[in-house]
């Protein structure tokens, strides 16, 4: 394995390169055989309700104005 490293550290970017002038085809299906299986999207306001967002909110206003002078830039 480290022998594979090293010489891609050397080769690689060449090797990457010919290969997408060479053989698109075969690049696509490395760029694609290095994409995750399965993508997981978190959203981790999901579970918040409206009261909550707002309350969110207001704090996020009364925190950026309590550290800048009200118009937009902080000190």
Excluded: C, W
Aim: aromatic share 4%.
């Amino acid at each position: 394995m480290r022998a594979l490293a090293e010489d891609f550290a050397i080769h690689g970017k060449v090797a990457i390169s010919e290969t997408r002038e060479n053989s698109p085809a075969q690049y696509l299906k490395i760029v694609a055989s290095l994409m995750p299986k399965e993508l997981e999207i978190k959203r981790p306001l999901e579970d918040m309700t409206d009261d909550d967002l707002i309350a969110g909110v207001a704090a996020l206003q009364s925190f950026v104005n309590a550290q800048g002078s009200g118009n937009g830039t902080a000190h």
